[in-house]
């Protein structure tokens, strides 16, 4: 038997759902964010008017995957301004390659498998390329 005096504490019974109540897990879990360094095609558009170009995934939160796109244009479909590259990200393409400077954000469902061979190839293309990601974090925060 315990004391009256006992320093001893109940822990409280855990709450259960209601019947027919659906649990929700708050876990940060599929929120982490973790960076990445890939190039990806889309498998679609949000909008079937745009055209789908390469994307250069650098940041997977959950299920979303944050992304520059790749383009040949001096500006995009939304008339959004982009950045030359001195070299296109693409092995087999010679012509000038530019990227957009708004991130774009995909299901990672959506997104098709990684392109091999596919990089930054001067050190003037990933310092322009992480200009612009960090132009973009701190926008979307």
């Known amino acids: 038997m315990k004391n009256k005096n006992s320093k001893e504490k109940k822990k409280p019974a855990a709450k259960k759902p209601a ?15 973790k960076q990445k360094s890939e190039f990806r095609v889309p498998n679609k558009r949000p909008n079937d008017t745009q055209p789908i170009h390469p994307l250069y995934i650098y940041k997977k939160r959950g299920k979303s995957m944050f992304g520059l796109a790749i383009t040949h244009d001096e500006k995009g479909a939304n ?9 296109n ?13 708004k991130a774009e954000v995909h299901d990672e469902k959506n997104l098709g498998p990684r392109l091999k061979g596919w990089s930054f190839w001067t050190q003037k293309d990933r310092d322009t390329v992480n200009a ?9 925060q």
């Open 19 to 33: 019947a027919g109540k659906k649990v929700i897990n708050n876990s940060t879990k599929n929120n982490k964010t």
């Open 79 to 87: 008339r959004s301004k982009t950045k030359a590259l001195d070299k």
């Open 89 to 101: 990200p693409n092995p087999k393409d010679d012509r000038q390659a530019r990227i957009k400077k």
């Open 132 to 140: 612009l990601i960090r132009q973009n974090n701190t926008e979307r």
